[in-house]
């Protein structure tokens, strides 16, 4: 924030600056700027440690924005290297958070409140606000990384806003322990290893199924798909093609859901497929879809919901979206992603900003790695579709950029006529799913790690997998489920 600069005569401003000096016996300096309030302690590291915060997997290093230090967080396999500070604040006030920050997937945020990130190569500065409730004494400011990445850097963190009073039973930060990190979803008690199928609500020619006739292999199904409903921007619903499936009723569907449920599955509803038209690109349509999904969801007993919008996403507001149907549905939503191939190919494309952004919440990213011809691996080669190497030098862009490994799933045609293009045989999957959790089987492409926690695969669809004699629920579902 700069300051206006007031410009009287030149000819008494020696004489003001004598007066004001003689009067209160301060020494006046020029005016650069206004400096933020800053309630945090070693704020800019120029201690030369991390003295004030809290860090498992931090040190202060040389490479700094301003001074001569900042702070270096380090990210494991299983830590995302948090930081953090607990400092005494006032109630029912408004504090405004700041940081620079460079690296991959770099947080900070008000832990219970609001957060952001950013992912950057160069110095950039952060900035979130929160205000505290009516009893709030004390927040806890924090900054991390992600699992699995490189290292990230901190410098000059600003907490804005008036001190409070420190509790003096409460020391003023609290003595290293393991801070704690963030815990996978709840994710409605799916398995470590997940087998998704889709299940069609309509006859495209493929075997016409109701929820019971499903393959018992599947753990998760995804019913597609929800519809729009045009009055109202973003918002859901669904209606069950009763005549397309032979006279299928909504009672008989509830009831099928909930037997499968009953054995140990999850149903959830998708959202968009090839024709579909749901957008959610405002905070009215994200307000309407959080609300109108929440409906849906109770009224049939879904256990979560699935993003498959390939007509694009807005990761502001579905994220918004998300996250309010998650706060009204409860910790045990299922949140899943059906991205194409191209969606997932950089962390600036919208789909891939959506997962990163409530990766706190999802539960796994099946992205589609058919239709989509040639691609870019993670290694900068180019791969063609149908192969090994295409799927795992894909699946190796998003678990090098953010994404947990068990929010990782391969999703392919479950028969040549389930796509246009792009089908493998299950075989083929299944080496897929080698190569990634244990670094066999692999093609010309091998991974320089493997992500033994690596959540499973993903067919469309069920139905096509029946007329296909269930090739893909009886060798890819028991290889899924053998994984490590």
Same mark, same amino acid.
């Not at 401003?13 to 003689?22: D, G």
């Not at 995804?222 to 032979?246: K, R, Y």
């Not at 099946?366 to 080669?381: A, E, L, P, R, T």
């Given at each position: 924030?700069?300051?206006?600069?007031?410009?009287?005569?030149?000819?008494?401003?020696? @004489?003001?600056?004598?007066?004001?000096?003689?009067?209160?016996?301060?020494?006046?300096?020029?005016?650069?700027?206004?400096? $933020?309030?800053?309630?945090?302690?070693?704020?800019?590291?120029? %201690?030369?440690?991390?003295?004030?915060?809290?860090?498992?997997?931090?040190?202060?290093?040389?490479?700094?924005?301003?001074?001569?230090?900042?702070?270096?967080?380090?990210?494991?396999?299983? &830590?995302?290297?948090?930081?953090?500070?607990?400092?005494?604040?006032?109630?029912?006030?408004?504090?405004?958070?700041?940081?620079?920050?460079?690296?991959?997937?770099?947080?900070?945020?008000?832990?219970?409140?609001?957060?952001?990130?950013?992912?950057?190569?160069?110095?950039?500065?952060?900035?979130?606000?929160?205000?505290?409730?009516?009893? %709030?004494?004390?927040? %806890?400011?924090?900054?991390?990384?992600?699992?699995?990445?490189?290292?990230?850097?901190?410098?000059?963190?600003?907490?804005?806003?008036?001190?409070?009073?420190?509790?003096?039973?409460?020391?003023?930060?609290?003595?290293?322990?393991?801070?704690?990190?963030?815990?996978?979803?709840?994710?409605?008690?799916?398995?470590?290893?997940?087998?998704?199928?889709?299940?069609?609500?309509?006859?495209?020619?493929? %075997?016409?199924?109701?929820?019971? &006739?499903?393959?018992?292999?599947?753990?998760?199904?995804?019913?597609?798909?929800? &519809?729009?409903?045009?009055?109202?921007?973003?918002?859901?619903?669904?209606?069950?093609?009763? @005549?397309?499936?032979?006279?299928?009723?909504?009672?008989?569907?509830?009831?099928?859901? @909930?037997?499968?449920?009953?054995?140990?599955?999850?149903?959830?509803?998708?959202?968009?497929?090839?024709?579909?038209?749901?957008?959610?690109?405002?905070?009215?349509?994200?307000?309407?879809?959080?609300?109108? $999904?929440?409906?849906?969801?109770?009224?049939?007993?879904?256990?979560?919901?699935?993003?498959?919008?390939?007509?694009?996403?807005?990761?502001?507001?579905?994220?918004? $979206?998300?996250?309010?149907?998650?706060?009204?549905?409860?910790?045990?939503?299922?949140?899943?992603?059906?991205?194409?191939?191209?969606?997932?190919?950089?962390?600036?494309?919208?789909?891939?900003?959506?997962?990163?952004?409530?990766?706190?919440?999802?539960?796994?990213?099946?992205?589609?790695?058919?239709?989509?011809?040639?691609?870019?691996?993670?290694?900068?080669?180019?791969?063609?579709?149908?192969?090994? &190497?295409?799927?795992?030098?894909?699946?190796?862009?998003?678990?090098?950029?953010?994404?947990?490994?068990?929010?990782?799933?391969?999703?392919?045609?479950?028969?040549?006529?389930?796509?246009?293009?792009?089908?493998?045989?299950?075989?083929?999957?299944?080496?897929?799913?080698?190569?990634?959790?244990?670094?066999?089987?692999?093609?010309?492409?091998?991974?320089?790690?493997?992500?033994?926690?690596?959540?499973?695969?993903?067919?469309?669809?069920?139905?096509?997998?029946?007329?296909?004699?269930?090739?893909?629920?009886?060798?890819?579902?028991?290889?899924?489920?053998?994984?490590?």
């Amino acid at each position: 924030m700069k300051t206006r600069a007031l410009r009287p005569q030149a000819a008494i401003i020696p @004489a003001l600056i004598t007066l004001l000096a003689a009067l209160t016996g301060l020494l006046l300096v020029p005016a650069t700027g206004s400096a $933020a309030t800053n309630l945090v302690t070693n704020g800019t590291f120029e %201690t030369g440690d991390l003295s004030g915060w809290t860090c498992a997997a931090g040190a202060a290093t040389t490479s700094a924005r301003t001074g001569s230090y900042a702070l270096q967080g380090s990210p494991t396999s299983s &830590d995302n290297a948090r930081c953090s500070q607990s400092i005494p604040v006032k109630s029912s006030t408004t504090y405004t958070l700041s940081a620079w920050v460079k690296g991959s997937n770099v947080y900070l945020g008000f832990e219970g409140g609001t957060s952001t990130w950013s992912t950057s190569t160069t110095w950039n500065q952060l900035t979130t606000t929160f205000t505290t409730g009516a009893s %709030t004494t004390r927040v %806890t400011i924090y900054l991390h990384g992600w699992y699995g990445l490189p290292p990230y850097q901190a410098d000059d963190v600003v907490l804005d806003g008036p001190g409070g009073t420190p509790d003096p039973t409460t020391p003023p930060t609290t003595p290293p322990t393991t801070p704690p990190t963030t815990p996978p979803p709840s994710d409605g008690t799916l398995p470590k290893h997940v087998l998704t199928g889709y299940w069609q609500n309509f006859n495209n020619g493929a %075997t016409v199924q109701r929820i019971s &006739d499903v393959h018992a292999a599947y753990d998760l199904i995804a019913v597609a798909f929800a &519809d729009a409903v045009p009055s109202q921007p973003g918002a859901i619903t669904f209606n069950l093609d009763s @005549a397309g499936l032979g006279g299928y009723t909504v009672a008989q569907f509830k009831a099928d859901i @909930a037997a499968k449920q009953a054995a140990g599955k999850r149903v959830i509803l998708s959202v968009g497929g090839q024709n579909g038209t749901i957008s959610v690109g405002s905070a009215e349509a994200a307000t309407n879809f959080a609300n109108s $999904a929440l409906t849906v969801l109770r009224e049939y007993g879904f256990d979560g919901i699935d993003i498959d919008l390939e007509n694009g996403v807005n990761a502001q507001y579905m994220g918004q $979206a998300l996250r309010s149907l998650r706060n009204s549905f409860g910790s045990g939503l299922i949140i899943a992603m059906a991205p194409q191939t191209i969606d997932m190919q950089s962390t600036s494309f919208e789909y891939f900003k959506l997962a990163l952004a409530i990766k706190d919440i999802l539960t796994v990213v099946n992205v589609q790695y058919y239709n989509s011809g040639s691609m870019n691996g993670c290694d900068g080669q180019v791969y063609s579709q149908g192969t090994v &190497d295409f799927i795992t030098a894909q699946a190796c862009i998003m678990l090098q950029n953010g994404l947990r490994p068990d929010q990782v799933g391969l999703g392919l045609p479950a028969s040549s006529r389930a796509a246009g293009s792009g089908y493998v045989s299950p075989q083929i999957v299944n080496n897929a799913l080698d190569c990634l959790t244990r670094g066999t089987n692999c093609g010309n492409f091998k991974p320089s790690t493997t992500w033994p926690s690596l959540r499973g695969a993903m067919t469309w669809s069920t139905n096509w997998d029946a007329l296909n004699g269930n090739a893909f629920a009886n060798q890819v579902g028991a290889h899924v489920h053998a994984l490590p």
